[in-house]
């Protein structure tokens, strides 16, 4: 069977989800590059793909991509994955989102200066979601319980672009969270995806 194809750019935090996500149950891909600033997600060979211009988008017939739950209590695992998945798009990314474009995109590709104000802001609703995440990370080893699943697989993506920023100290007053990034850093798959993200 051909691998699946991934198209998009490593760099992008959508691409990165799923090549980690792929790369923790070892399925083979072949990462196809997508070059966003010329607009070649809005070719009519992406569109048919992708038909919101967007990545990533990939093509298998045969792969089917799922969370990843404990297979013990899928009802309860699954409830729980997607607590944490909707909490990481609410206030997680949210506020990750912004800090990392004013701090790495407008600076390296868009030649400007952050606005102080806004990181400032979004680090403020930044700590008050990394509180919740720091009480849960006290109780458990991984967001839906004892067992690693999308919704941390999740979290990767925008995590690995704050550390890369001036703020990543703002993970020190959280130790359990802190930790809880450190083990998720250190996994073989999370590392693959990095070294694509960095190349």
Not at 13 to 31: D, F, M
Not at 55 to 63: E, I, S
Request: with cysteine; aromatic share 8%; net charge negative.
């Amino acid at each position: 069977m051909a691998p699946v194809k991934v198209f998009g750019p490593a760099k992008s935090t959508a691409v990165a989800r799923v090549l980690v996500c792929l790369e923790e149950v070892g399925a083979e891909y072949e990462l196809v590059g997508i070059h966003i600033p010329a607009g070649e997600q809005k070719s009519p060979a992406h569109l048919a793909r992708n038909p919101f211009g967007q990545v990533p988008a990939f093509q298998d017939g045969d792969l089917i991509l799922f969370d990843l739950l404990k297979e013990s209590n899928l009802s309860q695992s699954a409830i729980m994955v997607d607590v944490w998945l909707e909490v990481e798009s609410q206030t997680f990314d949210t506020a990750m989102s912004a800090i990392t474009f004013q701090c790495l995109t407008i600076p390296t590709f868009m030649g400007g200066i952050a606005d102080d104000k806004i990181v400032e802001e979004n680090l403020g609703k930044l700590k008050k979601a990394l509180e919740v995440y720091e009480a849960r990370s006290c109780r458990f080893r991984y967001l839906a319980g004892d067992f690693i699943s999308l919704a941390d697989l999740s979290h990767f993506p925008m995590t690995h672009y704050l550390l890369a920023t001036p703020h990543a100290s703002v993970l020190d007053a959280y130790p359990h969270v802190k930790s809880w990034i450190n083990d998720l850093m250190k996994r073989p798959a999370v590392k693959r995806v990095r070294e694509l993200m960095e190349a």
